[in-house]
């Protein structure tokens, strides 16, 4: 019988997180607690911060069939304190969320559960909940990351190294973080059959005849808009389109008759874009972050077939033979000239043979192949 898991995690919903995709593909065979997100840094007074502690607040444990019918487990918002500091604002915050779990887990009556956590601020409720394995799941450099209390998320991180069974990590730089006897390397996997079987074009994409270049995910510091705003700038025979909420307090992308800044979409329907823009942008600047980092919608254009230009970062590494990889303006117009050119000449028979070429280098990295893996490192803890 398989170990069932409590899972601390990011908010459920929303864009899918690799913790997500990997969770709902073990919870097919065991019983899922998963707890919404802690937080990594303290609340401040602005707007968003105040909506989120309210809301936080205000919510109880709520059964995930409410919010996505895909992933039939329950989801737990537990009232505690953010990132908590001190010893006793990590103690107190410790026992608030011991005390609101306790009862929650007996009641779903799990089988010797595993611990897994995405999140290093998690450490000090470790071993404190009955289970019978402890899993960290890094993703990302917390020592790098936008938005987060670095020194306390870092000293929460080597505690929670210490007591972790298993350390899973996203990226080969993430990987040299951790203890070689306890690491092991699970990159991210992709819902291909999603991303690749045909779909109708969005109605909402530009319908005048010019190439469109696409780019979905949030509008955040990462993203080199300096690039981005001289691309658009002198590329009007172009669409610029851009699906994601802004993180930023102002608009970094400057307004122009070609660029088309559209908001989140379900990320069900990301396909209906990407699928259809002539190309997909992944513009990032370059810093520690981004060089640790493997984001999932690398794979996800990949399964689209469309080309990709890409600023360089370690993990397009293994499919730079698929990728247009540029490190100035200059790169990138000559990449957006030579897409065009042969947009411009293909036709259906030999565009489905770049889709099909292209998908090829990751078809095999689903993410059912590594829940598979993944499963295998869980029967040996």
Request: one cysteine or more.
């Amino acid at each position: 019988m398989k170990r069932d898991l409590i899972v601390f995690g990011e908010d459920w919903g929303g864009l899918p997180s690799s913790t997500q995709h990997l969770i709902k593909q073990l919870s097919f065979t065991r019983k899922v607690i998963w707890i919404n997100s802690i937080g990594l840094r303290q609340p401040n007074w602005s707007l968003h911060d105040i909506k989120r502690v309210w809301t936080k607040l205000t919510k109880t444990t709520t059964d995930i069939k409410e919010e996505n019918q895909s992933a039939p487990f329950q989801t737990v918002n537990l009232k505690t304190i953010p990132a908590p500091k001190g010893k006793f604002t990590r103690w107190v915050a410790k026992q608030l969320i011991v005390q609101q779990l306790k009862p929650i887990i007996k009641k779903a009556q799990l089988h010797r559960p595993i611990l897994w956590t995405s999140l290093p601020t998690v450490a000090d409720v470790c071993g404190s909940l009955g289970e019978s394995g402890i899993v960290y799941y890094c993703g990302d450099d917390f020592g790098a990351l936008a938005g987060v209390d670095h020194d306390i998320v870092l000293q929460h991180e080597q505690k929670l190294i210490q007591k972790s069974d298993l350390i899973l990590a996203a990226s080969p730089t993430l990987c040299h973080k951790f203890p070689e006897e306890k690491v092991q390397f699970l990159p991210h996997g992709v819902d291909f059959t999603l991303f690749n079987q045909p779909v109708f074009r969005a109605k909402d994409l530009p319908k005048d005849g010019r190439p469109i270049a696409g780019f979905y995910g949030s509008l955040s510091k990462w993203i080199d808009y300096a690039l981005i705003n001289q691309i658009t700038e002198i590329n009007p025979d172009w669409h610029f389109v851009f699906i994601g909420q802004n993180e930023l307090a102002y608009n970094p992308i400057t307004p122009r008759e070609n660029v088309h800044l559209m908001g989140s979409k379900p990320h069900s329907q990301l396909p209906r874009y990407s699928q259809h823009w002539q190309v997909s942008l992944l513009p990032f600047i370059d810093n520690e972050q981004i060089r640790a980092c493997n984001p999932l919608k690398l794979l996800e254009y990949l399964a689209t077939g469309t080309p990709i230009i890409s600023t360089d970062f370690p993990a397009l590494r293994p499919y730079k033979s698929a990728i247009h990889t540029v490190n100035s303006v200059t790169e990138f117009n000559l990449a957006l000239n030579s897409i065009q050119q042969e947009w411009l000449k293909y036709n259906t028979e030999v565009r489905s043979k770049q889709i099909q070429q292209q998908a090829q280098l990751i078809k095999s990295h689903t993410w059912q192949a590594k829940a598979k893996q993944l499963e295998a490192w869980l029967e040996a803890l």
